[in-house]
């Protein structure tokens, strides 16, 4: 949860909107590499228990961003619509917004008819393995793939469900198309989940923002902390 006056005066502080999982828990490396470059932060975790759509996420999150400190929003993969409709219409304390290897409009749109299929899906099917291979790439280690099976674990099946048919539907042009704030757009060039053109698509979209490509698979803040926080950290003091 969020502390205020943890972070460096002056600096905002950045919250961070994790994956998938959406657990909090695979984020310690990236926030103790920001603390490192003077940048206090946290992870919202959401509910692991409660089948939420984007909307009803949207709600969540917004009733748990600061409202006394600035700060900045990352939007990491599953949680980057999410950061997108709140930028679009920011809190009065947002400074700006980071995205990391995520997406305005969902990458797989072609197999929006199995929507419905996923929640009778079994969606512990894919072994760790191939989870490794699409998620982390060359940059695997026993430890990130034990954080990874931990905090898959640790949500309800139904939850996940939810989460995947809410990203084959979700399209937040419009919302990128509104966003003012200043904003950083984290891409990995070894994402073997999200395509380079869709990178390439999000990053067109936003009318303030620079980008940065990095070698590294999806989950880049996992794989990539030190760089990844290097890149964060200075822009966010960019915005002091």
Not at 88 to 112: D, E, H, I, K
Not at 199 to 209: D, F, I, N, V
Request: proline share 9%.
């Amino acid at each position: 949860m969020y502390s205020p006056g943890a972070e460096p005066p002056g600096v905002p502080y950045l919250v961070i909107l994790p994956g998938l999982d959406a657990t909090g828990t695979q984020h310690a490396a990236f926030c103790a590499a920001l603390r490192e470059h003077g940048v206090a932060s946290t992870v919202i975790a959401y509910p692991v228990d409660r089948p939420l759509g984007y909307a009803a996420l949207e709600a969540f999150v917004r009733q748990a961003l600061p409202a006394t400190q600035d700060y900045v929003l990352l939007g990491e993969s599953f949680s980057g619509p999410l950061a997108l409709a709140i930028a679009a219409q920011p809190p009065p304390r947002l400074r700006g917004m980071v995205l990391s290897t995520t997406f305005a409009r969902s990458p797989w749109r072609a197999l929006r008819a199995a929507q419905a299929a996923l929640y009778r899906a079994p969606v512990r099917l894919l072994p760790m393995p191939v989870l490794s291979w699409w998620l982390l790439g060359r940059w695997s280690t026993p430890a990130l793939r034990a954080a990874l099976a931990a905090a898959l674990a640790k949500v309800d099946a139904d939850v996940l469900r939810t989460r995947a048919a809410a990203v084959l539907g979700v399209d937040h042009t419009v919302h990128a198309a509104c966003v003012a704030l200043p904003s950083l757009c984290l891409h990995a060039r070894n994402d073997r989940l999200l395509p380079g053109h869709c990178q390439r698509h999000l990053s067109r979209l936003l009318p303030a923002q620079c980008a940065r490509w990095f070698d590294g698979p999806h989950l880049l803040l996992q794989t990539r902390p030190q760089v990844a926080a290097a890149e964060v950290a200075a822009f966010v003091h960019s915005l002091t």
